[in-house]
Each structure stands twice: as structure tokens, then as C-alpha cells.
């Protein structure tokens, strides 16, 4: 065996290992995906099916068994890929790797505390690696688009969303004032969230306003409402209108095990080591 300059081993098992667990372009390395697929998804309609009480009284022992074979399964996958990868905690950070261990820890929480396990239905998105089983990267790149836009907005949104939220505490205080707890706004937290339900046109209708001035503040509320909604929208389009798009390939890379690299690149942009 040989070492690169970047010290990772061109040949071995951990390589073997690492292009059947994370990459699709080998018979095996499509096999595995598939299979996982499938035992991602039949593992979150165990949690599903469980959750229903007639399932669960008659079905209850075979539920149980199926969750932690599949636990139990997905544990030893977890440890694989940790195992394949050059750089493990740096998978163990990244998006997929944090995934990967939540879709395993309930199981075991639920030893101390019953009825955690039904938490396990994060697992559904563990199929987002089917963009990359089928080598639909164009889809791939549709979402790189999204998320560098979202990341190019972040600090309108957070100035946008603090403006929110100073409305909304100035017209709860008003409304409660206003309206006092004869007709529901028993306090300024309650009339906040009164504000924030009627700014998002949401209404659920547990709590209105009885007077004249409430009912004509709530109107204004309603109205402003419709205008803020706009906002986030424009903000994140006028990024995805900016935002260049980049062809980027389904390769993982060897030493941290991320992905979403262009596909002329010959180095990890997550951590620098050599495609």
C-alpha cells in the first residue's frame, strides 16, 4: 500500500469500504444504497405503524423486534462509514453524520424514557441520499442553488424577523391594554401570540377582540400582515436570481465523506483533501 501526499492510503480496505458505502458508482457501492434505502423506509413505517394503538395491541412484539433490527442495523452502518472515512469527525459534523446518529438514538433513549423511539421518523431524511443513488445532480444542484441563496439572505431575514417581532410585542402590548382580560388577553404573552397568529393569517379564532378599537386594531394587524408576508419571499428570490449555479457531482470525498463538489474539482472544499 502507498500513501498520497495527503497521507490517505490508495489502496485498503477502509477504500474498499468507502466506495461500497459512499459511492453509487459501483455495482456494490449502488446495491448498498438501495438496500439502505429501502430499510430507511421500512424502518420509519415500523415507527409509523406503531404509533397506531389497534397496530401496536396486536402487533406490538413484532413491531418492537423490527425497530431494533433495524436500529440495530443502521448502528453498525453508522460505525462503517465512521470507520471508512480518513477524517471521522468531520463526518460525524456534517449534516449527514449529525442524521445518522439521530436516526439511531431514540431506540436507545427510549430505554430511559419510554416513547422517545418515536422520534426514529427523522430517518425519512436519510433519503435525501437518493438524489445521489440515482445520479440525479441536477437536482443537486437546484438545491446547492437554494441553500447558498438562504445563506446569501440570512442577514435580511434575522433584521426582517427582528422587525417582526418588535410589531408584534408593540401590538400585543396595545391589545392588551385595549381588549384587558375580560376578553381573553389575559396577559402580554397571550396578546403576542394573538399578534403573531393574526400577522400570519393564520386565525386560529381562540382569541378575538370584543371593542370597537380592538376589532379596528386587529384590522390594521390583518392588512400589515399581508405586506410583511412578501418580504422573505422577494428577499430570497431576488438571492436566487444573483446566485450562479455550479454543475457539482455526487462524489463523496474520501477523507471526510461530504459531498456537493464541483465536477472539475480535484480537492474536498469541506476539508482539503484530494478527490
Known amino acids: 500500500m502507498t500513501l498520497q501526499p495527503n497521507n490517505q492510503p490508495t489502496t485498503g480496505w477502509r477504500n474498499v469500504l468507502h466506495e461500497i458505502i459512499f459511492e453509487a458508482d459501483t455495482p456494490a457501492g449502488k446495491l ?115 441553500v447558498t441563496a438562504l445563506r446569501a439572505s440570512r442577514r435580511k431575514i434575522s433584521v426582517f424577523l427582528f422587525a417582526v417581532l418588535t410589531i408584534v410585542i408593540i401590538i400585543g402590548s396595545l391589545m392588551y391594554v385595549v381588549e384587558g382580560g375580560e376578553n381573553g388577553f389575559v396577559s402580554i404573552p397571550t396578546s403576542i401570540y394573538w399578534a403573531i397568529v393574526t400577522l400570519t393569517t393564520v386565525g386560529y379564532g381562540d382569541i378575538s377582540p370584543q371593542t370597537a378599537v380592538g376589532k379596528a386594531l386587529a384590522s390594521m394587524v390583518m392588512i400589515i ?23 457539482i457531482t455526487t462524489q463523496a470525498c474520501p477523507a471526510c465523506g461530504l459531498q456537493g463538489h464541483d465536477r472539475d474539482a480535484q480537492y474536498c472544499k469541506h476539508c482539503g483533501a484530494h478527490l
Open 32 to 146: 448498498f444504497d438501495v438496500v439502505l434505502i429501502c430499510s430507511i423506509i421500512l424502518s420509519v413505517a415500523v415507527v409509523l405503524l406503531d404509533s397506531v394503538a389497534g397496530i401496536r395491541v396486536r402487533y406490538g412484539a413484532i413491531l418492537y423486534a423490527a425497530e431494533w433490527f433495524f436500529t440495530i442495523l443502521f448502528t453498525i452502518e453508522y460505525i462503517l462509514r465512521l470507520i471508512s472515512v480518513h477524517r471521522p469527525l468531520r463526518y460525524a459534523t456534517s449534516f449527514f453524520g449529525v442524521v445518522d446518529l439521530l436516526a439511531i438514538l431514540p431506540t436507545y433513549i427510549s430505554l430511559f424514557i419510554p416513547g422517545s423511539q418515536y422520534l426514529l421518523t427523522i430517518r425519512v431524511l436519510r433519503l435525501l441520499r437518493i438524489f445521489r443513488v440515482f445520479k440525479l445532480a441536477t437536482y443537486l444542484s437546484e438545491a446547492q442553488l437554494i
Open 225 to 247: 400582515g399581508y405586506a410583511i408576508i412578501a418580504v422573505p419571499t422577494g428577499i430570497v428570490t431576488v438571492e436566487l436570481s444573483q446566485a450562479t449555479r455550479h454543475m
